[in-house]
Each structure stands twice: as C-alpha cells, then as structure tokens.
C-alpha cells in the first residue's frame, strides 16, 4: 500500500511539473498572423507581486516578421489566439491588452522592458523561441534568459530563474525603455483599463 500511495505521488507530481504541450494546427497559426510594422522590437514583461515585491512571472513579445507571445509556464490563453507549446500568435494589441489585463490586477503589476533591434535579430529570437519547446512550471525566467544570451546584442544576460533577476539584467541592455503597468479597474480584472506607476492611462 506504501509503494502504491508513493507512486501515486510521483505521479501527481510529475504531472504538476510537466510541460504545457498544447500545439495549434498549422492552419490555424498561419490564420492568426498578425503583422503589427516596424520597428522591430523585443519586449520583456515582468510581473510583480507587490505584497511582497518578488517576481511573479516572465514573458517575451517579439514584433518581426510578425508579433508572438512567448509565454513559457503561463496559464493566459484566448480563444482567438492559437498556440503551439508556449508561443501563441496573432498578439493584435487587443489580444495583448487582454494578456496584460491578466496580469495586472489587485496586488499584481507588470514592468513593461521595450528595445529596438534589428528585423534580423527579431527574426533570430522568433526562431528561438519556437525551437524552445513546452516549458516546464516554474521555468519562464530561465527558458527567456537562456534564450536571450546567446543572442547578438543580449550576451550579458545571465541565466537565472527569477523574473527580477532578469528583469535587472534586461535593463543593462543599452537602449531598453521601461513602462511600469498597474490595474485601474480593480476588483473589475477583467477590464482593459490600465496605468503606469504616475496614474497615466496607457490604453
């Protein structure tokens, strides 16, 4: 009984740690592209859990050839947009106000980290991050730093698995803008209505 109760164990845990495997068909990506223009940018989203100041999550929007989330780990998802592991495509701006909706909400911020780069490097971190695979929980901060450091322009990035780490190492990065993201809709989280740390709209 001890060795069944112990493998049952292992088994919900196992379960608690794998992977997000979900792969859209190929119609439906090609469907949902959406081209948002130049420039090209690569953007760094931190959550924060202001109760206690940690870093609650990571994710990487990439505007190229077309605009992707890389959302490893995450739990946002939306009928309208189809993923494959942990990249969901067609990130209108309303789909991304939906997902920044998501995770700005009562005692949840979001720093926003914006850098300009070449349509070539984009390309090159869209390419990555659709290589990556399916990330396991826990593991957004480090599947983006591992991805970003071997990318021209982002070598100084360590590898780390906490958000504010990265989020600190984003901004060494010359060039990087910085938006910090507060709900204004609270207890309302399913509003789109945000502001930054001054009280100014951003919607």
């Known amino acids: 009984m001890l060795r069944l109760l112990i493998s049952l164990a292992a088994a919900l845990f196992l379960a608690a740690c794998g992977a997000d495997r979900t792969y859209d068909s190929q119609e439906r990506v090609d469907s949902a592209r959406y081209v948002a223009g130049p420039p090209a940018t690569i953007t760094l989203f931190t ?3 202001t109760q206690n100041g940690t870093g609650a999550h990571s994710a990487l929007m990439v505007n190229g050839s077309q605009r992707v989330l890389f959302d490893p780990a995450g739990t946002w998802q939306h009928a309208s947009v189809p993923v494959r592991n942990d990249v969901h495509y067609g990130i209108t701006d309303r789909m991304l106000l939906f997902f920044l909706d998501y995770h700005t ?7 926003e980290q914006t850098i300009v780069v070449s349509p070539e490097v984009a390309e090159l971190v869209l390419n990555k991050i659709q290589a990556y695979g399916a990330v396991p929980k826990a593991g957004c901060a480090n599947s983006i730093s591992s991805i970003l450091r071997t990318v021209p322009g982002f070598e100084s990035i360590k590898s780390t698995w906490f958000p504010k780490a990265l989020r600190r190492e984003f901004a060494t990065i010359p060039g990087v ?3 910090y993201l507060r709900d204004a809709d609270v207890p309302n989280t399913h509003g789109v209505i945000m502001v930054d740390k001054d ?5």
């Open 47 to 49: 959550g924060i859990n």
């Open 105 to 111: 909400r009562d005692h949840f911020d979001v720093v």
């Open 177 to 179: 803008t910085e938006r």
């Open 199 to 203: 009280g100014n709209r951003v919607n």
